[in-house]
């Protein structure tokens, strides 16, 4: 089948000029064949616009930050800095100081996890309360909460999962009640592709005066986000799965918030004054932020916000929508390939997982690798929910903003080279 042309799939970016700013997607593979990069929920690639500013800071910058009054410090502070207002302005954060800077998603929802076992007065959890998650949630978003509950005694609930995909909100009025302290959960899901509904949550979520963590990962490199539309109190995201460095992650909380919860980390930056006694904390962000930071990470979230603000994060949105909508009919179209969450492209992201009937998904990897096409496999930081739907792992074709429908025709012509291969 030809692959679709700009006009007849509707929404879709100029991809052909994008993918110029990606170096890597030029590369050759085995056997001359070109480099087909699905794995863009893992990691996504950077344009050169990210490695350029990286060089320059390296190159004509390099200082620490905040500590010196020296040219190239203030330029490292200034740039440093720069890139916080160029997160607050990309979240509509009310405030630059709500943003805080981490090493990625896991550092912030850990912090958070911490700070409210932590935590004096009503924000504490202790063996009182309970805290809410979800069956979708990735490692990063279980595990912390399982240490708090233990460290504490709270209750760790959660919603399950329904048939295709969805969240079952059937029972929210039972499973979020007067005692649940916070509720934490992905806003789009990295093995379902999912989208969840805020709204409902939330709303019930403050009904009872519980506290509200979504993790951002999957959203922030692919739709428009609004923290205060959100309405969320903490929202966590990463740098690297949009087109960013690793190292680099985000954490915006409420202000009202932050100043209110301990610090996490003890260390230089973080403070006021320190005696052989006793310390006092510095005003957030900085409390946060102990010791040298992810500087030139930082820098590059900023470019790389630059990058994604440019092309308009709408765009970016209605072109995956359009590219999933194509991928999810096509791969419904091979024999034995069953999709594991919606099958449909209404309220998911463009992350597709899937099993080819008893093919195991590692095997399928590696062929699809042989053709030149990364894919992921396996459970995805996300175990429970390969358990709950009864297989060993999946299939994972992920896509972004330089993707093409020719590469979702190539994934097809690959997938019915893996039948072939195990006959």
């Not at 329904?162 to 990295?190: A, C, H, M, P, Y």
């Not at 918030?257 to 980390?265: K, M």
């Amino acid at each position: 089948m030809p692959s679709p042309s700009q006009g007849q799939l509707n929404g879709l970016l100029d991809t052909e000029t994008i993918r110029e700013d990606f170096p890597v997607l030029a590369r050759v593979l085995h056997d001359g064949k070109p480099l087909i990069y699905l794995d863009n929920a893992a990691t996504s690639q950077k344009p050169r616009q990210v490695l350029d500013a990286l060089s320059s800071y390296h190159e004509h910058h390099n200082a620490n930050v905040h500590r010196g009054v020296h040219v190239l410090a203030e330029e490292a502070t200034a740039l440093y800095e720069g890139a916080r207002d160029k997160v607050a302005a990309f979240v509509n954060a009310p405030s630059r100081d709500e943003v805080i800077f981490t090493k990625n998603a896991s550092e912030s929802l850990n912090l958070v996890a911490n700070v409210l076992g932590w935590a004096d007065g009503s924000y504490r959890v202790d063996a009182d309360s309970e805290i809410v998650i979800t069956e979708m949630e990735h490692h990063s978003n279980i595990v912390p909460w399982q240490l708090l509950s233990q460290r504490t005694g709270a209750k760790l609930k959660w919603f399950g999962l329904t048939d295709d995909g969805r969240l079952d909100l059937s029972t929210i009025e039972q499973t979020i009640t007067e005692k649940t302290k916070v509720i934490s959960f992905v806003l789009v899901s990295n093995i379902l592709g999912t989208v969840n509904p805020v709204e409902a949550i939330v709303r019930r979520a403050h009904d009872v005066g519980a506290l509200v963590v979504i993790d951002a990962s999957q959203a922030a490199p692919h739709l428009a986000l609004d923290v205060q539309q959100l309405g969320a109190d903490f929202v966590a995201f990463t740098g690297h799965k949009m087109l960013a460095p690793t190292g680099i992650g985000v954490l915006w909380g409420r202000h009202e918030l932050l100043e209110a919860l301990p610090p996490f980390l003890g260390g230089g930056e973080m403070i006021e004054t320190v005696t052989m006694t006793s310390s006092t904390y510095a005003p957030v962000p900085r409390k946060f932020e102990a010791g040298t930071p992810p500087i030139a990470q930082a820098i590059g979230l900023g470019t790389a916000i630059d990058y994604l603000s440019a092309v308009g994060m709408d765009a970016v949105a209605a072109h995956e929508h359009a590219l999933t909508e194509y991928a999810v009919n096509r791969l419904l179209e091979v024999p034995e390939l069953k999709i594991i969450g919606p099958a449909t492209a209404v309220d998911r992201s463009s992350s597709i997982s899937f099993t080819l009937g008893e093919i195991h998904p590692h095997d399928v990897g590696q062929v699809l690798d042989e053709q030149g096409i990364a894919v992921r496999v396996g459970h995805h930081c996300a175990r429970p929910v390969c358990l709950r739907y009864g297989i060993p792992a999946t299939t994972r074709a992920s896509f972004y903003l330089y993707s093409t429908p020719a590469e979702v025709d190539a994934l097809i012509d690959g997938l019915d080279h893996v039948r072939r291969f195990f006959g």
